[in-house]
C-alpha cells in the first residue's frame, strides 16, 4: 500500500470536515442548520426523481427540439419525443445497412433502455449544474425570509453551529465517497487484470570452449533476430502500479471502511447488499433491459473476473488450446451467469441468430425470453467443460489423438446427458438442428 496516496485520501477528507466546522462556527447554529437540511432535502430529491425523471424525458413531447436535432440530420426536422423518434436514431446510428423497421422489439427495447440512461446522464449534469445555482438562489431567498439577520447582541450559537458542521461535512463527505466510490470500483476491476510484475530470471554463467568461440560455419556478423512484443513500456507500468496503489490506499481509508459498514439491497440483485454510496452510484450510471438492471460499475466486474481467469490460464503463456482446463471453462460460464447484461442479451442473440441463419425456433418468443439463462449459463459450462476434458484428455484437443481413441465410462455418459436434459437451452439447440438434420433425406437414416 502507497502511503502517500492514504495520506492524499486522508488529507481530503479531513478537510472538507475542518472547513465544514468553521463554517459552521462561523455562520452560527440557525444558517448551518437552515444549510444541512436544505442541501440534504437536494441530494436525496435526486436520487428519487433521477429515474423518473429521464422516463419522463424519455416520452415528453418536446417538438421545439425538432429544428434543433435537424442541424444533425434532416430526418430529426419532425421530431416530436424521444420514444417517437427513436426509430429516426437508430437509423442515423446503424447507416442503410440495416433496415430499422424490420428489427425486433426486444431490440427497440434495448435501444430504449440506452436512450433513457443516456437522458439520465444529461440529468445529472444539468441537475449538479443549473438546477443547483437555480436551487441556491431559491434558498438564499428563504433563508432571508425565515431567519432574517442576527438581532444586535443575540447570539449566534457558535459551538453548536460547529457541531451542526460536523454533519454539513459528514455529508459532503459521502457524497464525495458516491462519486469517488464507483470511479475506484471501476479502476480496481481494470487494476486486476495488470500483468503480475516478475523480476528477470538470471541466466546461469557458462564458460564456451575456445574451440566453439568462432564457428566457421556461421556468420560472424549477428543475423537480425525476430522482433519480439515489446508489450507496455516502464513509463506505462509505473503508471498502473500507482493507479494500484490508489485504489488500496482509498480501499483502506477509514471514513471508506466506516461508510462500506452503511450496506442496502443492491439495485442490481436484491438478494445482495452493498454499501449505500456504491448502490446510489449504481443507480446512476445503470440502465433497464428485460426487468434487469444493468449497472455498469457491477458488469465490468463480472466481465473482469472472467477475464481474469482466462489470464490466469496456462493458455496465456504456451498459447496451446489444450492448457485450458475444464474447470476454467465451468468458472467463467458461471461468473457470466451473474451477468444481468449477459443474460439479458442472451435470446436476443438466440432470436437474431435464427433470423439470420433462416432457423425457425421450436418455442415461441414468449418461451424463450421466460428461460432463465442466469441457471443456464452454469449449467452449459459444466457440459461445455465436461465435453472439453474428455476430448483433452485423449489429445484430441491437441491434434494427438482421434475420437475412436476416447475412453469414457458409463457414469460420465449418465452424468453428461443428465446435465444437457436439465439444459432448455441445450435442449432448444438439438431441437432446432440436430432434430432437422436427423429427419432430413439426406440424413441416410430411416
Same mark, same amino acid.
Given at each position: 500500500?502507497?502511503?502517500?496516496?492514504?495520506?492524499?485520501?486522508?488529507?481530503?477528507?479531513?478537510?472538507?470536515?475542518?472547513?465544514?466546522?468553521?463554517?459552521?462556527?462561523?455562520?452560527?447554529l440557525?444558517?448551518?442548520?437552515?444549510?444541512?437540511?436544505?442541501?440534504?432535502?437536494?441530494?436525496?430529491?435526486?436520487?428519487?426523481?433521477?429515474?423518473?425523471?429521464?422516463?419522463l424525458?424519455?416520452?415528453?413531447?418536446?417538438?421545439?427540439?425538432?429544428?434543433?436535432?435537424?442541424?444533425?440530420?434532416?430526418?430529426?426536422a419532425?421530431?416530436?419525443?424521444f420514444?417517437?423518434?427513436?426509430?429516426?436514431?437508430?437509423?442515423?446510428?446503424?447507416?442503410?445497412?440495416?433496415?430499422?423497421a424490420?428489427?425486433?422489439?426486444?431490440?427497440?427495447?434495448?435501444?430504449?433502455?440506452?436512450?433513457?440512461?443516456?437522458?439520465?446522464?444529461v440529468?445529472?449534469?444539468?441537475?449538479?449544474?443549473?438546477i #443547483?445555482?437555480?436551487?441556491?438562489?431559491?434558498?438564499?431567498?428563504?433563508?432571508?425570509?425565515?431567519?432574517?439577520?442576527a438581532?444586535?447582541?443575540?447570539?449566534?450559537?457558535?459551538?453548536?453551529?460547529?457541531?451542526?458542521?460536523?454533519? &454539513?461535512?459528514?455529508?459532503?463527505?459521502?457524497?464525495?465517497?458516491?462519486?469517488?466510490g464507483?470511479?475506484?470500483?471501476?479502476?480496481?476491476?481494470?487494476?486486476?487484470?495488470?500483468?503480475?510484475?516478475?523480476s528477470?530470471?538470471?541466466?546461469?554463467l557458462?564458460f564456451?570452449?575456445?574451440?566453439?568461440?568462432?564457428?566457421?560455419?556461421?556468420?560472424?556478423?549477428?543475423?537480425?533476430?525476430?522482433?519480439?512484443?515489446?508489450?507496455?513500456?516502464?513509463?506505462?507500468?509505473?503508471?498502473?502500479?500507482?493507479?494500484?496503489?490508489?485504489?488500496?490506499?482509498?480501499?483502506n481509508?477509514?471514513?471508506?471502511?466506516?461508510?462500506?459498514?452503511?450496506?442496502?439491497?443492491?439495485?442490481?440483485?436484491?438478494?445482495?447488499?452493498?454499501?449505500l454510496?456504491?448502490?446510489?452510484?449504481?443507480?446512476?450510471?445503470?440502465?433497464?433491459y &428485460?426487468?434487469?438492471?444493468?449497472?455498469?460499475?457491477?458488469?465490468?466486474?463480472?466481465?473482469?473476473?472472467?477475464?481474469?481467469?482466462?489470464?490466469?490460464?496456462?493458455?496465456?503463456?504456451?498459447s496451446?488450446?489444450?492448457?485450458?482446463?475444464?474447470?476454467?471453462?465451468?468458472?467463467?460460464?458461471?461468473?457470466?451467469?451473474?451477468?444481468?447484461?449477459?443474460?439479458? #442479451?442472451?435470446?436476443?442473440?438466440?432470436?437474431?441468430?435464427?433470423?439470420?441463419?433462416?432457423?425457425?425456433?421450436?418455442?415461441?418468443?414468449?418461451?424463450?425470453?421466460?428461460?432463465?439463462?442466469?441457471?443456464?449459463?452454469?449449467?452449459?459450462?459444466?457440459?461445455?467443460?465436461?465435453?472439453?476434458?474428455?476430448?483433452?484428455?485423449?489429445?484430441?484437443?491437441?491434434?494427438?489423438?482421434?475420437?475412436?481413441?476416447?475412453?469414457?465410462?458409463?457414469?460420465?455418459?449418465?452424468?453428461?446427458?443428465?446435465?444437457?436434459?436439465?439444459?432448455?437451452?441445450?435442449?432448444?439447440?438439438?431441437?432446432?438442428?440436430?432434430?432437422?438434420?436427423?429427419?432430413?433425406e439426406?440424413?441416410?437414416?430411416?
Open positions: 500500500m502507497d502511503l502517500s496516496f492514504l495520506s492524499y485520501f486522508d488529507l481530503l477528507f479531513y478537510i472538507v470536515l475542518g472547513l465544514a466546522v468553521l463554517m459552521g462556527f462561523a455562520r452560527g440557525k444558517k448551518t442548520l437552515f444549510t444541512l437540511i436544505t442541501m440534504a432535502i437536494f441530494y436525496v430529491a435526486f436520487f428519487l426523481t433521477v429515474g423518473p425523471v429521464s422516463r424525458l424519455w416520452t415528453m413531447d418536446m417538438p421545439w427540439l425538432g429544428p434543433i436535432l435537424a442541424n444533425v440530420d434532416a430526418s430529426l419532425t421530431f416530436t419525443s420514444e417517437d423518434s427513436l426509430s429516426a436514431f437508430l437509423q442515423i446510428g446503424l447507416g442503410d445497412a440495416i433496415d430499422v424490420n428489427v425486433s422489439e426486444e431490440l427497440l427495447e434495448l435501444a430504449t433502455g440506452l436512450g433513457i440512461f443516456v437522458l439520465k446522464i440529468y445529472t449534469l444539468l441537475y449538479f449544474t443549473v #443547483l445555482v437555480l436551487y441556491k438562489i431559491i434558498c438564499m431567498i428563504l433563508a432571508a425570509i425565515i431567519i432574517g439577520k438581532g444586535k447582541g443575540e447570539s449566534k450559537n457558535h459551538g453548536l453551529g460547529a457541531v451542526v458542521g460536523i454533519a &454539513n461535512g459528514v455529508m459532503a463527505v459521502f457524497v464525495m465517497l458516491i462519486m469517488f464507483g470511479i475506484m470500483s471501476i479502476t480496481e476491476s481494470l487494476v486486476t487484470l495488470l500483468p503480475a510484475d516478475g528477470e530470471e538470471t541466466e546461469p557458462v564456451v570452449p575456445r574451440s566453439d568461440l568462432i564457428q566457421l560455419h556461421q556468420s560472424l556478423i549477428p543475423l537480425a533476430e525476430p522482433e519480439e512484443d515489446p508489450g507496455l513500456s516502464d513509463e506505462m507500468l509505473t503508471m498502473l502500479e500507482e493507479v494500484a496503489a490508489m485504489v488500496e490506499a482509498y480501499n481509508n477509514l471514513l471508506v471502511q466506516l461508510a462500506g459498514n452503511i450496506t442496502t439491497a443492491s439495485i442490481v440483485n436484491a438478494d445482495e447488499t452493498v454499501p454510496h456504491l448502490n446510489l452510484f449504481d443507480t446512476v450510471l445503470s440502465f433497464e &428485460n426487468e434487469q438492471v444493468v449497472a455498469f460499475r457491477f458488469e465490468l466486474g463480472i466481465l473482469s473476473e472472467v477475464a481474469l481467469i482466462f489470464l490466469e490460464s496456462e493458455y496465456m503463456t504456451t496451446n488450446i489444450a492448457d485450458i482446463t475444464g474447470a476454467e471453462i465451468r468458472a467463467m460460464f458461471a461468473a457470466l451467469g451473474k451477468s444481468n447484461l449477459i443474460i439479458s #442479451l442472451m435470446p436476443l442473440a438466440i432470436e437474431l441468430a435464427a433470423e439470420n441463419f433462416g432457423q425457425d425456433l421450436p418455442i415461441s418468443k414468449d418461451d424463450l425470453y421466460a428461460i432463465d439463462f442466469a441457471e443456464e449459463l452454469p449449467k452449459i459450462g459444466a457440459i461445455v467443460g465436461a465435453l472439453f476434458d474428455i476430448l483433452n484428455d485423449a489429445g484430441v484437443i491437441a491434434g494427438d489423438g482421434e475420437l475412436q481413441d476416447i475412453e469414457i465410462t458409463g457414469e460420465v455418459v449418465r452424468d453428461l446427458f443428465q446435465s444437457m436434459s436439465e439444459s432448455q437451452v441445450i435442449l432448444l439447440l438439438v431441437e432446432a438442428v440436430l432434430v432437422p438434420m436427423l429427419e432430413s439426406d440424413a441416410g437414416l430411416g
